[in-house]
C-alpha cells in the first residue's frame, strides 16, 4: 500500500532528489511544496499519512505548520541542516530531526517511525 508523505522543501533539487528516493521506496509524494503557502494548499485538499518538513523554507520556520499537521494526526519529521529544531512546541517535541543530507538509512528509519 502507498502512503503519501508531503514534501516541504525549498530548494529544488533537494525536493526533486527526496521525492525521487521516496517513489523508490514505494511511497506516493504530496508535492513537493516549496513554500508553506504551497504546503498549506495542498493540504486543503488532502490528508498526508506523514509529513518531511524543512526546517527553514524560504526564511519561514516550518514550526507552525507542524503544528497544524500534529493537530490534524499527521507525523512528521524535520529534515534540515540543523541539529535542532529552536522553539519546539511540545506537540512537536518528539518529531524525529533528519539531518541534511540525509542518508538512505536515516530516511527509511525515519519513515519507519513515521508510519509505523
Do not use: W
Amino acid at each position: 500500500m502507498q502512503r503519501k508523505i508531503l514534501v516541504v522543501e525549498d530548494d529544488r533539487l533537494i525536493a526533486m532528489e527526496l521525492e525521487e528516493r521516496l517513489v523508490e521506496l514505494g511511497h506516493a509524494v504530496l508535492g513537493p511544496a516549496h513554500t508553506i503557502a504551497e504546503a498549506e494548499a495542498l493540504l486543503a485538499g488532502t490528508r498526508p499519512d506523514c509529513a518531511l518538513l524543512d526546517a527553514n523554507v524560504g526564511g519561514q520556520s516550518s514550526v507552525a505548520l507542524g503544528v497544524k499537521l500534529a493537530e490534524l494526526g499527521v507525523p512528521i519529521a524535520f529534515c534540515t541542516g540543523y541539529d535542532e529544531i529552536k522553539n519546539a512546541p511540545p506537540a512537536l517535541a518528539s518529531a524525529p530531526v533528519l539531518t541534511k543530507p540525509i542518508s538512505d538509512a536515516e530516511l527509511q528509519a525515519g519513515l519507519s517511525k513515521l508510519l509505523g
